[in-house]
């Protein structure tokens, strides 16, 4: 599976932005697809994930009211919702996939985007 993320840009804190992941080839029941982030001389950190059957959402605490996952499996797409952007959202968000149960580190999953960067200025 390729996964191609894009939809980040430059904005004023306060505003929103939509992320998009599509994933090129089959995307199971079982897997798992998460958004992560790395801002500079960070390492890189969960933001949410979503379970590709049933559509469980998880966040980390730090987004959590602000940022929505989401999946369209017709277009085998993942996205993120941001509002109230907050000048530490500032990173390169990285898409990613996992077979198997939810994790919330990095190494659990396999299959990365390139990423796209997300800049919120005050």
């Known amino acids: 599976v390729q996964l191609q993320a894009s939809g980040g840009g430059f904005v004023q804190a306060e505003d929103s932005l939509r992320l998009s992941c599509v994933a090129s080839?089959?995307?199971?029941?079982?897997?798992?697809m998460g958004w992560f982030r790395q801002a500079p001389g960070k390492e890189r950190e969960f933001v949410a994930a979503?379970?590709?059957?049933?559509?469980?959402?998880y966040y980390a605490d730090s987004v959590k009211g602000r940022f929505t996952i989401s999946r369209d499996n017709t277009k085998n797409t993942v996205y993120l919702q941001m509002n109230s952007l907050k000048p530490e959202d500032t990173a390169i968000y990285y898409c990613?996939?996992?077979?198997?149960?939810?994790?919330?580190?990095?190494?659990?999953?396999?299959?990365w985007g390139q990423g796209t960067l997300v800049t919120v200025s005050s």
């Open positions: 990613a996939r996992r077979a198997g149960g939810l994790s919330y580190t990095a190494s659990g999953y396999g299959s």
């Open positions: 979503i379970r590709w059957s049933g559509g469980n959402t």
């Open positions: 080839g089959r995307i199971f029941s079982s897997h798992i």
